[in-house]
């Protein structure tokens, strides 16, 4: 079976300053990983994925992740947030192939002026 | 516009009223599913189902009930529900069924059942 941990539930952080909200997962089976970013009052959205390849994955708003499978680790980091960015963040898994989706229980990161 | 959309957006019932929430996507995806959100343990999945009549169980299907007879659509049925079934519901839908595809989520059902 699969489980993802994200070790912060809360991650307060000021407008500028950088950030990383982690995310552990584990599996016997190689995955995919995601992160996805929920803006208050609304679903889900896609930020990055990893499915293969370099391990680094980027997205259009700055934020990027490493898929570091000796940690079975793939935080995600952004050199310098803006209000933004304030929002819920999920990391998640799927088995390669498969199709039930494992998400963690989320960090809520609040960016202050 | 792709999108995902669900119906209704709020509904508050009484335990053993049986309610359907309907959920529907434009973009002629294969793969739906439900999940359910709840304060500390992110989003855990109910049913999932891979094509027209082809559904499966995820992590937490008991009390629930799902039916794919259409391709757009995926509703979800509580015969009878309990409080422990108040919660946030998101569907989603992606192009295929592996595992890497994005999933798209709809706006949410705030359900509450006292």
Same mark, same amino acid.
């Given at each position: 079976?699969?489980s993802v941990t994200q070790l912060?539930?809360?991650?307060?952080?000021?407008?500028?300053?950088?950030?990383?909200?982690?995310c552990n997962y584990s599996?016997?089976?190689?995955?995919?990983?995601?992160?996805?970013?929920?803006?208050?009052?609304?679903?889900?959205?896609?930020?990055?994925?990893?499915?293969?390849?370099?391990?680094? &994955?980027?997205?259009?708003? =700055? $934020?990027?992740?490493? *898929?570091?499978?000796?940690?079975?680790? @793939?935080?995600?980091?952004?050199?310098?947030?803006?209000?933004?960015?304030?929002?819920?963040?999920?990391?998640? &898994?799927?088995?390669?192939? =498969? $199709?039930?989706?494992? *998400?963690g229980?989320?960090?809520?990161? @609040?960016?202050?002026? | 516009?792709?999108?995902?959309?669900?119906?209704?957006?709020?509904?508050?019932?009484?335990?053993?009223?049986?309610?359907?929430?309907?959920?529907?996507?434009?973009?002629?995806?294969?793969?739906?599913?439900?999940?359910?959100?709840?304060?500390?343990?992110?989003?855990?999945?109910?049913?999932?189902?891979?094509?027209?009549?082809?559904?499966?169980?995820?992590?937490?299907?008991?009390?629930?009930?799902?039916?794919?007879?259409?391709?757009?659509?995926?509703?979800?049925?509580?015969?009878?529900?309990?409080?422990?079934?108040?919660?946030?519901?998101?569907?989603?839908?992606?192009?295929?069924?592996?595992?890497?595809?994005?999933?798209?989520?709809?706006?949410?059902?705030?359900?509450?059942?006292?």
């Amino acid at each position: 079976a699969q489980s993802v941990t994200q070790l912060d539930s809360q991650v307060p952080v000021f407008e500028e300053a950088p950030v990383e909200l982690r995310c552990n997962y584990s599996s016997s089976v190689s995955v995919y990983l995601f992160w996805y970013v929920q803006y208050p009052n609304q679903g889900l959205q896609l930020l990055l994925k990893y499915l293969s390849g370099s391990t680094l &994955v980027e997205s259009i708003n =700055g $934020f990027e992740a490493e *898929f570091n499978k000796s940690q079975t680790s @793939f935080h995600l980091r952004k050199p310098s947030v803006h209000i933004s960015d304030t929002a819920e963040y999920f990391c998640a &898994v799927t088995v390669t192939g =498969g $199709f039930k989706t494992i *998400f963690g229980a989320g960090t809520r990161l @609040f960016v202050k002026a | 516009e792709a999108q995902v959309t669900q119906n209704p957006r709020y509904l508050i019932t009484v335990t053993g009223k049986k309610l359907t929430v309907t959920c529907s996507q434009n973009m002629n995806h294969e793969y739906m599913s439900w999940y359910r959100q709840d304060p500390g343990l992110g989003l855990r999945q109910i049913y999932y189902s891979m094509n027209v009549e082809v559904t499966d169980k995820g992590d937490v299907p008991e009390g629930y009930k799902v039916s794919r007879k259409e391709k757009r659509n995926f509703p979800l049925i509580l015969e009878s529900p309990s409080p422990n079934q108040t919660s946030l519901y998101f569907c989603a839908s992606s192009v295929g069924a592996d595992g890497g595809d994005t999933q798209y989520f709809g706006p949410g059902t705030r359900l509450t059942v006292l």
